[in-house]
């Protein structure tokens, strides 16, 4: 299994914007499809973006559209979450997650598909 290791965490106002870098080491990225999860307490994990091995294929919660983009960097074995517009009911604990993959394009949006997990970063957004 792939080891990740999840920064850029941290407190920032509404309408402010976070990067979140996910890296991976014992194994390169390259060979996963990968996802961001995140969860806010009380709250069940939820997807929130996914990128597939081939990275030509990625999706969004709807909450999220239009204002988070995933993106990985194979040569630097790692993979980002560029947050902006944030908002309050962004707060939550970002995790990110690897799965081998079936196909080159294939998008895993289930928590049990993943089987490597980092140990998440804070996110809190004030109002």
């Known amino acids: 299994q792939v080891t990740l290791v999840e920064s850029g965490g941290g407190l920032v106002p509404a309408g402010g914007s976070l990067r979140l870098s996910c890296a991976a080491s014992g194994r390169t990225v390259s060979n996963y499809a990968l996802g961001w999860f995140r969860q806010a307490p009380g709250k069940e994990r939820e997807i929130v973006a996914a990128i597939s091995w081939s990275g030509t294929n990625t999706d969004y919660a709807d909450s999220v559209k239009g204002r988070f983009t995933i993106s990985r960097d194979n040569a630097k074995n790692t993979v980002y979450l560029q947050m902006n517009s944030l908002k309050p009911e962004d707060t939550a604990v970002y995790y990110c997650?690897?799965?081998?993959?079936?196909?080159?394009?294939?998008?895993?949006?289930?928590?049990?598909?993943?089987?490597?997990w980092g140990q998440g970063t804070q996110v809190t957004v004030s109002s």
């Open positions: 997650a690897a799965v081998t993959p079936y196909y080159t394009t294939t998008l895993y949006y289930r928590r049990q598909d993943y089987d490597s």
